[in-house]
C-alpha cells in the first residue's frame, strides 16, 4: 500500500498497538496495512523530522528538541522510542514529561529548540496516541506540503538500520524548569482575564479530562474569592474517558435528565455542575452569580465553558467558537484600536459567531480547518 501523506488536520494520530503484537514486520506496513502505530514507527517518525531538519539546513548537530507528552502511555514505550529517534538523529532531546500542549511549545520558544514534539492523540479515546510538531522559532505546524515530504522520507527509511543505530546525542530532563515556564506564564495578569474580583460569588467545576493538565491544574486555578472543584484529574481512569470535550462537540446544552439518567450519565463533571446549582438555584436566578465548568481535552489544548442555566435546569455548552467571540468583545472593551481588529476562525466555524463579531465591528477571514492556518496568519 501506498500514500503520499500519513498525517491528519494536526499531526498524526491513531490506534496504538505493540511492534510484538502485530502481523506486520516492520512499523510502516503496521501503519498501512493494519492502521496502527507502534512504539517502532514513534522512533522512526522522530528521527526522519529532525534529519530533515538538519539536512535542510535549519538545525545543526546537537541543537534542542523539546518533547513532552499526555498521560496516555502508561508503558513509557512510546515516549522513549520517540525520545530515542529525536537522540539517534543527532539532536539533543529535552525532556519536558506531562505537560499540556501549549507549555511545551511555549518552551520550546523559551529555550530556543529547533522543534517540538507532542506524543499525544488529543481528544480521541484512551486506546489512541499520536505525535503533533512544532516547527523551532516561529512555534507552526506543519503544512500538507511538509506533510508530504516527511511521509516520503518515512517510507523510504530502512528501520532495520535504525533499530541498530547509536545514540549520538544526549538526552536531558527539563520538567521542573517548563512546568515554572508556562505556570509563570499564565499566571501573568497580562495573559488572561481571571482575577478575584471577577471570580467573586462563582463556582467552577474544572475537568481536566485525565489528562496532561492534572498534575498542574490545582496550581494554575488557585483563587481565594470563587469555589474550585477539580474532577478528572486521575490519568489511571483514562485519559477522555466520560471527561473532556469529545463527548461535548456540538452539543449546544444537556438536559438535567441526560446527566441524571441518560446520555451523560456517569459524567461526574455535569453531575457537579447540576447539583451545585441546583443548590444554589435561587441565588442564581436573582444576582449574578454563576455555576461554570472549564473542560479541558487530553492534551490541554482545547477548552470548553459550561454554564448552569437556573432557569430550565440544564448545562449550556459553550465552545471554542462562542468563546473566541467572548474574547474578542473582552478586548474590544479594554482596548481602544485605531482600525478595526482581525477576527480570524475557520470553514467549520459557527455561522452565527462569524456573523456577530461583524457586528460587533471586527473584519473576519475565514481558513480551512486546523490551527496551523490560524498561526500562519498570525505569523504572517
Known amino acids: 500500500m501506498k500514500t503520499d ?3 491528519g488536520t494536526d499531526g498524526i494520530r491513531g490506534p496504538v498497538c505493540f511492534a510484538e503484537d502485530c502481523c506486520s514486520s516492520d512499523p510502516i506496513s503496521a501503519l498501512l496495512s493494519e492502521g496502527v502505530l507502534t512504539e517502532e514507527f514513534f522512533e522512526l517518525y522522530t528521527f526522519a523530522y529532525c534529519q530533515e531538519l538538519l539536512e ?3 538545525a545543526c548537530e546537537l541543537d534542542l528538541a523539546v518533547i513532552g507528552w499526555d498521560p496516555r502511555d502508561f ?3 512510546f515516549n522513549e522510542a520517540a525520545v530515542r529517534g529525536i537522540r539517534k538523529a543527532g539532536l539533543t532531546a529535552v525532556v519536558v514529561e506531562i505537560l499540556p500542549t501549549p507549555a511545551i511549545s511555549l518552551y520550546q520558544l523559551h529555550v530556543g529548540a529547533a522543534c517540538a514534539f507532542v506524543l499525544t492523540a488529543s481528544h480521541n479515546p484512551a486506546d489512541q496516541n499520536g505525535i503533533k510538531i512544532f ?3 516561529s512555534n507552526l505546524k506543519l503544512f500538507p506540503e511538509d506533510d508530504k515530504r516527511l511521509t516520503e522520507r518515512c517510507l523510504h527509511l530502512n528501520y532495520e538500520d535504525l533499530r541498530s543505530a547509536p545514540l549520538t546525542a544526549k538526552l536531558r530532563n527539563e520538567h521542573v524548569a517548563a512546568r515554572k515556564v508556562f505556570l509563570d506564564f499564565m499566571s501573568d495578569p497580562d495573559n488572561h482575564w481571571l482575577t478575584d ?17 492534572s498534575p498542574l491544574i490545582k496550581d494554575l486555578l488557585n483563587y481565594d474569592a470563587c469555589d474550585i472543584v477539580f474532577t478528572n484529574c486521575d490519568p489511571s481512569d483514562g485519559v477522555n474517558v466520560r471527561s473532556g470535550v469529545a463527548d461535548l462537540e456540538g452539543v449546544a446544552y444537556i438536559s438535567a435528565d441526560d446527566i441524571e439518567n441518560g446520555l451523560f450519565s456517569g459524567y461526574e463533571t455535569l453531575q457537579q455542575i447540576l447539583t451545585r446549582g441546583r443548590e444554589q ?3 442564581l436566578r436573582n444576582n449574578s452569580d454563576l455555576v461554570l465548568g472549564f473542560v479541558f481535552d487530553g492534551d490541554g489544548d482545547r477548552c470548553f465553558l459550561l454554564s448552569y442555566d437556573p432557569y430550565e435546569d440544564r448545562v ?8 473566541a467571540f467572548m474574547q474578542a468583545k473582552f478586548l474590544q472593551q479594554n482596548h481602544k484600536w485605531k482600525h478595526a481588529p482581525l477576527f480570524v476562525n475557520t470553514v467549520e466555524s459557527d ?17 480551512t480547518v486546523g490551527d496551523k492556518w490560524i498561526l500562519w496568519q498570525a505569523c504572517f
Open 5 to 7: 501523506r500519513f498525517q
Open 56 to 58: 535542510s539546513g535549519f
Open 75 to 77: 508503558s513509557g514505550r
Open 135 to 137: 516547527l523551532g522559532h
Open 197 to 213: 474580583d471577577a471570580l467573586a460569588g462563582t463556582t467552577i467545576i474544572v475537568d481536566a479530562a485525565n489528562g496532561a493538565f
Open 281 to 283: 438555584i435561587e441565588k
Open 316 to 323: 449550556l455548552v459553550l465552545d471554542g467558537d462562542v468563546l
Open 351 to 367: 455561522l452565527e459567531v462569524g456573523r456577530a463579531v461583524k457586528q460587533a465591528g471586527f473584519e473576519t477571514m475565514q481558513f
